[in-house]
């Protein structure tokens, strides 16, 4: 009797205690903080390729010469008006003498047509010449004169293609690439050089159109390579086309300073915008769940609910909030990093 009743007492203690409800988890202690609108130095981080500001493609004004002197080689830097190339010229200083003598026989027809004609009017004034003999000495002159002026003419062309024989750069700067090489019968018109026009580069930074109207000519910028460092810059001018098919625009930022950046390399630009209104949450606020920023935002009957949110720029102590929560909204400050969605908090004062 006494071991039943002893199994009697112990089922009825289980069972009492499988009908007693559960107690009430103990409350996360918090602190909260309303979603704020404040002035923030804005930045706008952009990417694209390193561009020549001014890229100028130098060929042969004058064509079918021989290229037999290459002066200069690609990394040179020039002055305007040095010598780059230097082609055969044989031929053409062969012509100036040949047109020099041809000038030369004009202007002595030309004087003899002048004094026939200072004959024919003297004879005339005396009487002993017709107006129609004048005529022909007065024609003759005309003709002899105009001989002349072709000859010049005729020798200044001459003259400038045997000085396109040299090809000088049109401007100072690098030297990016050379296509000709000795012995080469050149084009009128054939690339031979490019140079960077002052070895000025920029970068053509892609910017999101969602951004591109933040950005201005003359904002200062910040060029960054993973391999060679910062440059410091400024944005030269913003496109006025947006990219149809990747919704970006072009803002070309130029270097301050080339820096080891050559064309066609890639780099980031960070373009400083200013200050600007941004919705602010305090940065001890964000917390990551599935790798994935967020707040808790407070709701009815201290239940606080997880929401995530796209991040934009950060300061110390604030975070920048592009979407995902409202200006007054109240957030979980500290103690964010220790909830969960729907857990219920305890609010006390900062």
Known sequence: MAMLALVLLAVAGCGKAKEEPKGALASQTVTVQA?????????????????????????????????????????????????????????????????????????????????????????????????????????????????VSAAEAALSEIRTRLGQAVVRAPVAGLIASRKVVQGQIVAPGTELFRIVRDGRLELNAEVPETVLGQVRAGMPATVISDHLGEVPGSVRIVTPEVDAA?????????????????????????????????????????????????????????????????IGSRTKDMVEVESGVNAGEQIVAKGAGFLADGDHVRVVAK
């Open 246 to 310: 990747s919704r970006v625009g072009i803002a070309r930022i130029a270097l301050s300073a080339a820096g080891g950046f050559r064309p066609g390399m890639f780099a980031r630009g960070v373009i400083n915008v200013g200050e600007q209104p941004a919705v602010t949450v305090p940065a001890v606020s964000v917390v990551y769940r599935d790798n994935k920023p967020g707040v808790f935002v407070m709701g009815p009957q201290a239940v606080v609910r997880f929401r995530p949110i796209v």
């Open 35 to 147: 979603v704020s609108v404040v002035s923030m130095a804005r930045r706008v981080t952009a990417s694209g390729n390193i561009v020549a500001w001014n890229e100028v493609v130098v060929g042969a004004e004058t064509g079918g010469l021989t290229a037999v002197r290459v002066l200069v080689d690609e990394g040179v830097w020039v002055r305007q008006g040095q010598p780059l190339l230097q082609m055969n010229d044989d031929l053409l200083r062969a012509q100036v003498r040949q047109q020099e003598a041809s000038l030369a026989a004009a202007r002595a027809t030309l004087a003899q047509a002048q004094a026939a004609l200072g004959r024919a009017r003297e004879l005339k004034e005396r009487g002993y010449l017709s107006q129609a003999g004048l005529d022909t000495a007065t024609a003759s002159q005309a003709t002899a004169a105009a001989q």
